[in-house]
């Protein structure tokens, strides 16, 4: 039985021709911007050994961030010599098994690497790769398949049991027998007897890449292989454990980064101390982060695992210290602030006040040690920072220790959300005193943002990380704190002064859609950071250039739907940083798609503030199932008539806590302008006509 359901005809126009603005990039995802290398996660969720395959279909381990091969000590690869790389896939999004597409003559290549582990049944730990040769031509073809085996570590091939050895670490199985090996500059090759194909043949040859001492690095058989390779399809289109659903959209490639995104996360998962720990990446950021931690944490939540979440929380505030800080990077002083917000935050959407009061002496412990780094300053009143927090680590592409501001802007929010939470839960007093704090906080900070203003080369007055900065740091440079302090900071309005200059400095400074500059690369592009932008400037009410950024933060990513965390634009260098998949950013995907279409504003509760355009096409629908709100739950539906002449959209409002309003936009992606309020109460349903303009018609 439906509850709660308002039904909505729109009257949709230009359709064919899309709602866009003319400076605005067509939302489509044609991965136009991928980087030029990238590497996929095939793992299982919680493996210790976290594998991912390259661009070329290399099986990459034994991550050092110094290896020859793109960091990585050991690589391993088939195919046939002179074949040329056609592409890459996965099977699907929700399936990581990477297809790499190779070509000599007429001799087609399809090589299949997946992984395999006791998630899936009584199978140990290892790799497969398939690699499968067809001649795809009208005469005979011959193929001599190799394997390529390059480490670090001493690699013995042992001829007779047709196994290879990679240190002390692997054992490298094949399905027949070998004729021979030979050493190279580029590592060990094993090569196979020649094969002479007919037109239309093909031939199968499989490697088994496992563990040493486990029970798969026995015999290994083409059949195995397959077997193999067929339960582990079903094991991922049959993964319980990974919460595809809650969010549909009708853009099929956004959904795929979506569902990707998702399953990335699981993929980095790993079990420490009794607890999932969800981690950032699986190579040169596998660990803990509080700040990326906290926005993955939300993640989780929106889609339907606050379960999940609960037990990241967890982990979090087991870090926190004696004296109450969070401090997993020295000087990072944000980190306690960070950790107030997810602690509200994750309270307010599961709406459990018995577990925030469980946690409340680390609450109290968390504000008492930013009280403490703000007296260290007031005891300097003629320092920069006077009153708000010690020289810092900015991170965000501005090393050293600084007197700065990104460690003062998630100060103030921490303050703000424990005040939020101390009221939520009938604290008065200390609410009260805290926020004593946090008013004089403020003071400080305005007193000396005031002090800091400078303008750009355009005029654009706004407010650099670094106090009194110097003259040879980009304006742009570290403003992705600024950014989390509009939102979900939510600290300041656009009546602030620096606010519309800071925007104006990072819409200056847009390359591909994306602001250029803003992280550790002087010229690159930090490619979540289009999240944090597009946040600010949706609670600043620019939903349709939110929506746009969604666009141009898809099409950053690989074609197997994932991100590295910073790369340089088309033509202008390979130089990336960071780990890849980066699992701030899918959380970030994950985030934006959903404050598009559900934003809570303090009491009230937004819908499609954000709605991209080109999702209002004949027969689109647009799904959540039970979204997690400050309020509650939240489902609904938008329904595009087969004609594109009407959508119906369906709700069900949240019920814990009744918002004050809910509120429809229509700007950007209906035809019509400004915004209709909708009942929060139950078992209402209401019919709304919204007219085309007559320019329209």
Same mark, same amino acid.
């Not at 996660?41 to 395959?53: F, N």
């Not at 196994?163 to 490298?172: D, H, M, P, R, V």
């Not at 469980?358 to 780094?373: G, H, N, Q, T, Y």
């Not at 209002?616 to 739950?633: C, Y």
């Given at each position: 039985?439906?509850?709660?359901? /308002?039904?909505?005809?729109?009257?949709?126009?230009?359709?064919?021709?899309?709602?866009?603005?003319?400076?605005?990039?067509?939302?489509?995802?044609?991965?136009?911007?991928?980087?030029?290398?990238?590497?996929?996660?095939?793992?299982?969720?919680?493996?210790?050994?976290?594998? @991912?395959?390259?661009?070329?279909?290399?099986?990459?381990?034994?991550?050092?961030?110094?290896?020859?091969?793109?960091?990585?000590?050991?690589?391993?690869?088939?195919?046939?010599?002179?074949?040329?790389?056609?592409?890459?896939?996965?099977?699907?999004?929700?399936?990581?098994?990477?297809?790499?597409?190779?070509?000599?003559?007429? /001799?087609?290549?399809?090589?299949?690497?997946?992984?395999?582990?006791?998630?899936?049944?009584?199978?140990?730990?290892?790799?497969?790769?398939?690699?499968?040769?067809?001649?795809?031509?009208?005469?005979?073809?011959?193929?001599?398949?190799?394997?390529?085996?390059?480490?670090?570590?001493?690699?013995?091939?042992?001829?007779?049991?047709?196994k290879a050895l990679i240190g002390s670490k692997f054992t490298i199985s094949f399905t027949e027998s070998f004729d021979n090996a030979e050493q190279t500059e580029g590592g060990i090759i094993v090569r196979f007897p020649p094969v002479s194909l007919a037109s239309g043949e093909h031939h199968l040859l499989a490697v088994r890449i496992s563990e040493k001492d486990n029970s798969m690095s026995d015999g290994f058989t083409m059949v195995d292989a397959q077997m193999l390779r067929a339960e582990a399809e079903k094991y991922w289109r049959n993964a319980v454990g990974i919460p595809y659903g809650s969010m549909q959209v009708p853009d099929s490639k956004i959904q795929a980064l979506l569902d990707s995104s998702i399953r990335n996360i699981y993929q980095a998962r790993e079990i420490k101390n009794n607890l999932p720990v969800f981690q950032v990446g699986p190579t040169v950021y596998r660990g803990f982060w509080v700040v990326d931690g906290a926005f993955i944490l939300e993640a989780l939540s929106f889609v339907g695992r606050q379960k999940d979440a609960r037990h990241g929380i967890t982990h979090m505030l087991r870090?926190?210290?004696?004296?109450?800080?969070?401090?997993?990077?020295?000087?990072?002083?944000?980190?306690? &602030? @960070?950790?107030?917000? !997810?602690?509200?935050?994750?309270?307010?959407?599961?709406?459990?006040?018995?577990?925030?009061?469980?946690?409340?002496?680390?609450?109290?412990?968390?504000?008492?040690?930013?009280?403490?780094?703000?007296?260290?300053?007031?005891?300097?009143?003629?320092?920069?920072?006077?009153?708000?927090?010690?020289?810092?680590?900015?991170?965000?592409?501005?090393?050293?220790?600084?007197?700065?501001?990104?460690?003062?802007?998630?100060?103030?929010?921490?303050?703000?959300?424990?005040?939020?939470?101390?009221?939520?839960?009938?604290?008065?007093?200390?609410?009260?005193?805290?926020?004593?704090?946090? #008013?004089?906080?403020?003071?400080?900070?305005?007193?000396?943002?005031?002090?800091?203003?400078?303008?750009?080369?355009?005029?654009?007055?706004?407010?650099? @990380?670094?106090?009194?900065?110097? !003259?040879?740091?980009?304006?742009?440079?570290?403003?992705?704190?600024?950014? %989390?302090?509009?939102?979900?900071?939510?600290?300041?309005?656009?009546?602030?002064?620096?606010?519309?200059?800071?925007?104006? @400095?990072?819409?200056?400074?847009?390359?591909? &859609?994306?602001?250029?500059?803003?992280?550790?690369?002087?010229?690159?592009?930090?490619?979540?950071?289009?999240?944090?932008?597009?946040?600010?400037?949706?609670?600043?009410?620019?939903?349709?250039?939110?929506?746009?950024?969604?666009?141009?933060?898809?099409? %950053?990513?690989?074609?197997?739907?994932?991100?590295?965390?910073?790369?340089?634009?088309?033509?202008?260098?390979?130089?990336?940083?960071?780990?890849?998949?980066?699992?701030?950013?899918?959380?970030?995907?994950?985030?934006?798609?959903?404050?598009?279409?559900?934003?809570?504003? &303090?009491?009230?509760?937004?819908?499609?503030?954000?709605?991209?355009?080109?999702?209002?096409?004949?027969?689109?629908?647009?799904?959540?199932?039970?979204?997690?709100?400050?309020?509650?739950?939240?489902?609904?539906?938008?329904?595009?008539?087969? #004609? &594109?002449?009407?959508?119906?959209?369906?709700?069900?409002?949240?019920?814990?806590?009744?918002?004050?309003?809910?509120?429809?936009?229509? #700007?950007?992606?209906?035809?019509?302008?400004?915004?209709?309020?909708?009942?929060?109460?139950?078992?209402?349903?209401?019919?709304?006509?919204?007219?085309?303009? /007559?320019?329209?018609?």
């Amino acid at each position: 039985m439906l509850r709660n359901v /308002i039904v909505i005809a729109l009257l949709v126009y230009a359709l064919a021709a899309g709602l866009l603005f003319a400076d605005s990039q067509p939302q489509v995802v044609d991965f136009r911007y991928a980087p030029s290398w990238w590497q996929t996660a095939i793992c299982l969720p919680d493996d210790s050994l976290k594998t @991912v395959v390259g661009k070329e279909g290399y099986l990459l381990y034994d991550f050092s961030g110094k290896g020859s091969y793109h960091g990585f000590d050991t690589a391993v690869e088939a195919g046939i010599d002179g074949s040329v790389w056609e592409g890459q896939s996965l099977i699907s999004p929700r399936i990581p098994i990477v297809r790499t597409r190779k070509k000599l003559n007429n /001799i087609d290549i399809e090589e299949d690497a997946f992984s395999v582990g006791r998630k899936m049944g009584s199978y140990d730990r290892c790799d497969i790769l398939i690699v499968h040769f067809r001649n795809s031509g009208s005469s005979d073809e011959v193929c001599a398949p190799f394997v390529i085996l390059k480490s670090n570590a001493e690699v013995t091939v042992q001829k007779d049991n047709q196994k290879a050895l990679i240190g002390s670490k692997f054992t490298i199985s094949f399905t027949e027998s070998f004729d021979n090996a030979e050493q190279t500059e580029g590592g060990i090759i094993v090569r196979f007897p020649p094969v002479s194909l007919a037109s239309g043949e093909h031939h199968l040859l499989a490697v088994r890449i496992s563990e040493k001492d486990n029970s798969m690095s026995d015999g290994f058989t083409m059949v195995d292989a397959q077997m193999l390779r067929a339960e582990a399809e079903k094991y991922w289109r049959n993964a319980v454990g990974i919460p595809y659903g809650s969010m549909q959209v009708p853009d099929s490639k956004i959904q795929a980064l979506l569902d990707s995104s998702i399953r990335n996360i699981y993929q980095a998962r790993e079990i420490k101390n009794n607890l999932p720990v969800f981690q950032v990446g699986p190579t040169v950021y596998r660990g803990f982060w509080v700040v990326d931690g906290a926005f993955i944490l939300e993640a989780l939540s929106f889609v339907g695992r606050q379960k999940d979440a609960r037990h990241g929380i967890t982990h979090m505030l087991r870090q926190q210290n004696e004296d109450g800080g969070f401090l997993l990077l020295p000087m990072h002083w944000k980190e306690t &602030g @960070v950790a107030l917000w !997810a602690v509200e935050r994750h309270a307010r959407l599961t709406g459990d006040k018995v577990w925030l009061k469980s946690v409340w002496p680390r609450v109290e412990d968390a504000v008492a040690f930013i009280a403490a780094l703000r007296k260290k300053t007031l005891e300097m009143p003629d320092a920069p920072n006077a009153g708000l927090v010690p020289s810092g680590f900015s991170d965000g592409g501005l090393g050293g220790v600084y007197p700065e501001y990104t460690n003062v802007y998630w100060s103030l929010i921490g303050l703000k959300s424990a005040i939020n939470s101390a009221r939520w839960i009938g604290k008065k007093e200390q609410a009260d005193a805290w926020q004593k704090e946090f #008013d004089d906080m403020m003071r400080c900070f305005k007193k000396a943002a005031e002090r800091d203003l400078r303008s750009d080369v355009l005029g654009n007055r706004y407010l650099p @990380v670094r106090m009194k900065d110097d !003259a040879n740091t980009a304006p742009q440079k570290g403003q992705y704190a600024f950014l %989390h302090a509009v939102y979900p900071g939510r600290l300041f309005s656009e009546t602030e002064p620096f606010v519309k200059g800071n925007i104006a @400095v990072l819409r200056a400074a847009e390359k591909e &859609g994306l602001p250029a500059g803003v992280g550790w690369l002087s010229d690159g592009l930090w490619n979540y950071f289009a999240s944090f932008y597009a946040h600010a400037l949706l609670w600043l009410g620019e939903g349709q250039k939110s929506a746009d950024l969604l666009y141009s933060f898809a099409n %950053h990513a690989s074609p197997l739907y994932c991100w590295r965390e910073e790369q340089m634009p088309l033509d202008s260098g390979y130089q990336v940083i960071g780990d890849m998949p980066h699992n701030w950013a899918s959380a970030e995907f994950i985030r934006l798609v959903r404050h598009l279409l559900v934003l809570e504003r &303090g009491s009230e509760l937004h819908l499609f503030d954000g709605m991209p355009a080109a999702w209002i096409k004949p027969g689109a629908v647009i799904r959540l199932d039970r979204v997690a709100t400050d309020f509650g739950p939240v489902s609904l539906s938008l329904t595009v008539s087969s #004609d &594109g002449s009407h959508a119906v959209l369906r709700l069900t409002p949240p019920e814990r806590v009744r918002p004050s309003k809910i509120v429809l936009h229509l #700007d950007g992606w209906s035809g019509s302008s400004g915004t209709r309020s909708l009942s929060v109460k139950a078992s209402t349903w209401r019919l709304i006509k919204i007219s085309r303009p /007559i320019s329209a018609q």
